[in-house]
């Protein structure tokens, strides 16, 4: 992996009078996070490798403000809110594609009325579509036989209602896909939704992110595939504190495909 | 004198739809002590909504040993309710059995043998029903605010459905001239050798009382409905058609914020200008009481029927946290119902009482437990969102009462100074695409 990302940002790409296809919008996770910043490279290999025109914003880009509205902070998150739409809608964003389940609920769903009108995509829904137009390929070839299952994030799966998506892209790998008792509409939270990420659990006998991981492992899985890097965290600590880092691995579903193509 | 029957009913039919209309007319009032919301957009949906989820009962099958038992008794209610309408024109106009005269025997007697049979259904549902309740020992009828009055509430209501089944058959099983036409009877048939010793006179009298302990126990039962977490057999229909036509994870913007935010954003603002509307009210953010949620919200509670599967779905319920989504709202509803009394008591006008339904029924520890997962949202079976209570009530906390927990304090202004809920530089932002 030594060969260099390609990462335009949309004022350069101003600067050259091109507007790319595509947004990027990599999130907080995404951009500060050591592991979430694994993937944030995964999807963008990908995006390199079927040479998709896309940008990011970089240093432009801040907060959506979905933590802060969980938390009950409307004003700070239209305040951020706001700001984002500006620069978005300067530059003239039609469609945004991002690796965070959080970013795409607001994005998606919250922004519209505040004046933020675009296209949202989930990462597993545009590298699927990129499958379906035949600008990615993939081959299962080390994932064969892998026992593979998909925990849905809240905020992917019942929030919006794609379940799909990232389970077609299992399925490409040739690995055997495996449900957890509690999956799709029923799929149980990591624990991280909804601020949870930033405090302390209220007191409780379990953390949820065990109880979930618990899930995970009656089904004996070689890998748990995640699709945000939220959930990512709570199921990597999850397996981690049942001693199962050795044969677990915790994984989004952009870095499997990234995998799989040795990129 | 041969008409003091047909008054007497006349009577018991106006005196029980009487009271139960008084009682629906103060339900609305209570309701609409929530602020207004939007529900005109997206009608063809809404009414489908309804039709799938409350009339077809979608959402109750995906467990299916309860989901087919309460099939069984509401197809059983919604049908057998054609013969209280016989009934009532038998009990108001002296006639007896009137339908069997206007239908042909074949056609009547096909209606009442499968009243008859669903009798019967309902009887085994509601026993199926009691066990789990009081002998099978299901987590979520556990649940600490399942003690006292709402156990009792479900057991009342159960109880009432063996007795009105019993009489419905007793009724048909001890009527002369019915079990002689011999058409229908499919239940009934079997029952009436029971009765065989007794004289025709007291048959009759069986008969008759049976009949009017039906009726009667219908219109107590309809009474009840207004103080009974069963009001939902009526108001699954309108909350079904108002629940939310959007994606779950959607929030409302507040409106209130916007107007500020704007004007904070806006350069050419005059922050001293006097405001367009000096009559309004400041909004207060949020609520802490049950009149600062909307009327969807509180209809919201008057349905709720304390099944506890949004509970039994919620991982900070599942993880031993104090949140219980239905908890929410049952406090919802016994705050609304409180804050109604409290009107009526004082001539129609609210008089403080000191207490809100923040803190004084549900706790900050029970809204901070919440993951905004929507598991609570998609298990209703009647389109219920706890959900937006807790947000609503998160809101309060944080922008009028700055009581958010200290990490979460953290957060915030780490988004609000940097854009970001870590203390990053915004300017490091795409450092990643540098780093090996």
Known sequence: ?263 | MQFIPNILFAIALILGVGYFSRNVKKLIRNIKLGHDVDVSDEKGKRFNNMLRIAFGQSKMVVRPVAGIMHFIVYIGFVIINLEVLEIIIDGLFGTHRIFSSVLSSSVYGFLIGSFEILAVLVLIAVVVFWLRRNTIKLKRFLNPEMKGWPKNDANYILYFEVVLMCLFLTMNATDAPFQEMNSGNVISGFMAPWFSGFSEGTLHIIERSAWWLHIIGILVFLNYLYFSKHLHILLAFPNTYFGSVHPKGELDNLESVTNEVKLMMDPNADPFAAPANPDAVPAKFGASDVTDLSWLQLLNAYTCTECGRCTSECPANQTGKKLSPRKIMMDTRDRLEEVGKNIDANGGEFKDDGKQLLNDYITAEELWACTSCNACVEACPVSINPLTIIIDMRRYLVMEQSAAPMELNNMMSNVENNGAPWPYNQMDRLNWASES
Request: charged share 25%; net charge negative; glycine share 8%.
């Open chain 1, 1 to 263: 992996m030594s060969e260099t990302l390609i990462v335009p940002t949309m004022a350069q790409m101003m600067a050259e009078g091109k507007q790319p296809e595509v947004l990027f919008w990599v999130g907080c996770a995404g951009s500060f996070d050591d592991r979430a910043k694994k993937i944030t490279k995964a999807f963008v290999r990908i995006l390199n490798k079927a040479k998709v025109s896309f940008a990011v914003l970089g240093t432009e880009e801040s907060c959506t403000g979905d933590p802060a509205k969980r938390a009950g902070n409307e004003f700070l998150f239209q305040m951020q809110a706001v700001t984002n739409i500006e620069v978005l809608n300067a530059y003239e964003v039609k469609t945004i594609v991002t690796t965070c389940p959080h970013c795409f609920n607001t994005l998606k769903n919250e922004y519209p009325s505040l004046g933020g009108n675009y296209t949202v995509m989930h990462h597993t829904q545009f590298l699927r579509n990129l499958l379906d137009e035949g600008k990615l390929t993939i081959e299962g070839g080390q994932f064969k036989g892998k026992r593979i299952t998909f925990h849905d994030p809240c905020y992917l799966g019942r929030a919006n209602n794609v379940y799909e998506a990232p389970r077609d892209l299992i399925r490409k790998l040739d690995a055997e896909l495996v449900e957890m008792k509690s999956c799709k509409s029923r799929g149980l939270c990591c624990g991280a939704g909804g601020a949870q990420m930033f405090k302390e659990a209220e007191p409780g006998n379990k953390e949820v992110n065990i109880e979930r991981t618990e899930q995970a492992l009656e089904i004996q899985p070689d890998i748990i595939a995640a699709g945000c890097p939220f959930c990512n965290t709570m199921m990597t600590d999850g397996v981690k504190n049942k001693e199962k880092e050795g044969q677990i691995k915790v994984m989004d579903v952009a870095e499997l495909i990234a995998n799989a193509q040795d990129l």
